[in-house]
Every structure is written in structure tokens, then in C-alpha cells.
Nanobody, 120 residues
Framework: QVQLVESGGGPVQAGGSLRLSCAAS????????MGWYRQAPGKQRELVAS???????NYPDSMKGRFTIARDNAKNTGYLQMNSLKPEDTAVYYC??????????????WGQGTQVTVSS
């Protein structure tokens, strides 16, 4: 079973940047299909970014241009680069591994999450 461990979260001022990492273990090519989700207090979990093995990348419009998803299959590691952070980005961020269903990303494994807190 795949195990996912996030790192890189923490406090940051508005306008700043963070780079989250997701180390996958237990299987090979665990980040071929992967995605980042976040959940703020009292809010539902939402997709931040995803990438599938065919190269399809999905970002919500509010994050497009600010967030970048990447993967390194050789290192079995996924990344989320976050720039121009806003207080509204404050949330627990989760790394996921999953499958591609007709170019739609479907998460199947979840990390425990890492807290990102953006102050104004």
C-alpha cells in the first residue's frame, strides 16, 4: 500500500511562497497520477491541482498562475509550488495518489496533511 508524507508547510506572510513536497513509498510510480487537496476549517475539501500519467493537469481558476504541480518519478516525489499566497489559502494541504479515469484524476491514497497558514 502506498504511503504519502507531506512536508514544507508552515506559516508564511501574504504574498510569500511555499513549496510542498510529497514523498511516496510502498509502490513504484506512485506519483504518476497525483493531486493536492486542501481543507480549511469549516470548509469542504477541495482540489488544488492534479496531474495524471498522460500529462493532463488541472487547476481551479483561482489557483492557476499561482500554484504549480510537479512530480519526479525517479524520486517518487510530488511537489506543489505555491506563490503569491493569500490568507484564503490557509488550510491543511493533502497529498494524494490515485488513478486516471478518462483523464479525470481520482484520489485513492491520502497523506496526513500539512498545515499552511498565510497571515496578512
Amino acid at each position: 500500500q502506498v504511503q504519502l508524507v507531506e512536508s514544507g508547510g508552515g506559516p508564511v506572510q501574504a504574498g510569500g511562497s511555499l513549496r510542498l513536497s510529497c514523498a511516496a513509498s510502498g509502490v513504484i510510480f506512485s506519483v504518476n497520477n497525483m493531486g493536492w487537496y486542501r481543507q480549511a476549517p469549516g470548509k469542504q475539501r477541495e482540489l488544488v491541482a492534479s496531474i495524471t500519467s498522460d500529462g493532463t493537469i488541472n487547476y481551479p481558476d483561482s489557483m492557476k498562475g499561482r500554484f504549480t504541480i510537479a512530480r519526479d518519478n525517479a524520486k517518487n516525489t510530488g511537489y506543489l509550488q505555491m506563490n503569491s499566497l493569500k490568507p484564503e489559502d490557509t488550510a491543511v494541504y493533502y497529498c494524494t495518489a490515485g488513478i486516471s479515469l478518462k483523464r479525470m484524476y481520482v484520489p485513492t491514497s491520502w497523506g496526513q496533511g500539512t498545515q499552511v497558514t498565510v497571515s496578512s
